[in-house]
Nanobody, 115 residues
């Protein structure tokens, strides 16, 4: 059974930083592109960042480019999202998943940015 477990969220002030982690069990990650998504209150889930299977290439949404950094550790089946310069608009529940996503999601981790 595949499980996605996100962690690392919390309450942070504007301009602060957080690092999110995602552990995937039941599935070998090293052949799969992975991504972080987020869903803000009242909005659709959106793609935030993508990393290719070997980690050689990344892609970011315009809203986070230059502030966020996605990385992965295939040996540990983990994906990370380093978030700097956080803004109130980054407040959301953050999820990791494959790209394209599997047909289920983890519980996510809540990031709240206070102004």
């Amino acid at each position: 059974q595949v499980q996605l477990v996100e962690s690392g969220g919390g309450l942070v002030q504007v301009g602060g930083s957080l690092t999110l982690s995602c552990v995937v069990s039941g599935r070998v990650l090293r052949f799969r592109p992975m991504a972080w998504y987020r869903q803000a209150p009242g909005k659709e889930r959106e793609l935030v960042a993508l990393i290719t299977s070997a980690g050689m290439n990344t892609m970011y949404a315009d809203s986070v480019r230059g502030r966020f950094n996605i990385s992965r550790d295939n040996a540990k089946n983990m994906v990370f999202l380093q978030m700097n310069g956080l803004e109130p608009e980054d407040t959301a529940v953050y999820y990791c998943n494959e790209r394209p996503p599997m047909n289920f999601w983890g519980r996510g981790t809540l990031v709240t940015v206070s102004s």
